[in-house]
């Protein structure tokens, strides 16, 4: 074989090896994280899960999400946090997490101020997103769509609520969050501020009489084994934001840009369903294990509410209050 031959096959050899390599990194997918606060076996990871595939499927694997749940990532503010520092790419974030750096999404939790999901529904996909998207981009965030946590109830291992009077004195868990303690400091309960990830060992353990959280969560935590009376009280409602960093979106082409938000608002629709088909399984579930599940008349709660609604209004802005009571009787 001659010199000349062989240097040819070499420059050859040489040129391919770049050429993979080349078309490696440019067909290699790009993986997208995403951290939720929901268990492996809550709704939201399974609508996330959907949402991975599709979004993986759709873009013949460009984009690949990969998933982070119960807290893998840190707290739920942590996650929020890395998010908006571009460590993590997205999230599925609570509205309370959101309001740390928009106080509009505060406006979610004023209590007792939706008549139940299909209302919620009409506000959170209306009005409210698209007043509250340009108010998250604003903070390096594109706002995707809401997903469902749930309306919240009460829980306590003492006796059973069935007015404020009731709630008076009790020791009650709640997130760090100034709605969800302000409608419990209105009803007489006393404030604990736990992670959530310490809130099972918490509730065993009896360092509060109660907290407060959505029948799936409370179902799926467990919860009424060391909390045998549950009150519906819908006080107020809340939802996992997805969110996604906006210096991660501006990269990416729009035609995935439009499958990640038609997939977001699929999984959206898929959790809302998993977790409003569940519910009343779970509660009649737990009512045949013996739980004491009460229904009480609202009226008295939602008329303790004054005291929360004026710290509401100091914290978000009277004109954010104002507006969200206004597309809440527009949509009722």
Request: charged content about 25%; hydrophobic content about 40%; some cysteine.
């Amino acid at each position: 074989m001659s010199r000349k031959f062989f240097s040819k096959k070499i420059v050859v050899a040489l040129l391919v090896i770049v050429f993979c390599a080349w078309a490696s990194a440019a067909f290699a997918a790009l993986e997208l994280k995403l951290g939720h606060f929901g268990s492996e076996s809550h709704p939201s990871h399974t609508a996330a899960k959907q949402f991975a595939e599709n979004v993986e499927n759709r873009t013949n694997g460009a984009i690949k999400i990969v998933i982070y749940p119960n807290n893998a990532l840190g707290s739920p503010p942590e996650v929020l946090e890395q998010v908006l520092l571009g460590a993590v790419d997205m999230s599925l974030s609570g509205q309370d997490q959101l309001a740390k750096h928009a106080p509009l999404f505060d406006a979610v939790s004023i209590p007792f101020s939706i008549g139940g999901y299909d209302h919620m529904d009409r506000i959170l996909d209306g009005p409210f997103k698209a007043l509250a998207t340009p108010v998250v981009e604003k903070i390096g965030l594109v706002y995707l769509s809401s997903w469902e946590w749930g309306f919240r109830q009460i829980t306590n291992s003492k006796h059973p609520i069935m007015t404020p009077d009731d709630v008076q004195g009790l020791k009650i868990r709640t997130p760090p969050a100034m709605s969800y303690q302000a409608a419990i400091e209105a009803l007489g309960g006393n404030v604990q501020t736990i992670a959530f990830g310490e809130l099972v060992m918490a509730m065993r353990q009896g360092v509060v009489d109660g907290q407060e959280n959505p029948i799936s969560v409370i179902y799926d935590l467990k919860l009424y084994e060391s909390q045998k009376f549950i009150t519906i009280v819908n006080y107020l409602y809340s939802s996992m934001t997805h969110v996604v960093s906006k210096a991660v979106w501006d990269n990416l082409t729009p035609e995935q840009q439009t499958i990640i938000r038609e997939e977001s608002d699929s999984s959206r629709l898929l959790m809302r369903k998993l977790v409003r088909d569940e519910e009343q399984k779970q509660i009649e579930e737990m009512r045949s294990n013996g739980i004491r599940i009460d229904t009480p008349d609202l009226a008295p709660f939602k008329a303790k509410m004054g005291p929360a609604y004026d710290k509401i209004k100091k914290n978000i802005g009277e004109e954010n209050f104002d507006k969200w009571m206004e597309m809440a009787e527009a949509t009722k």
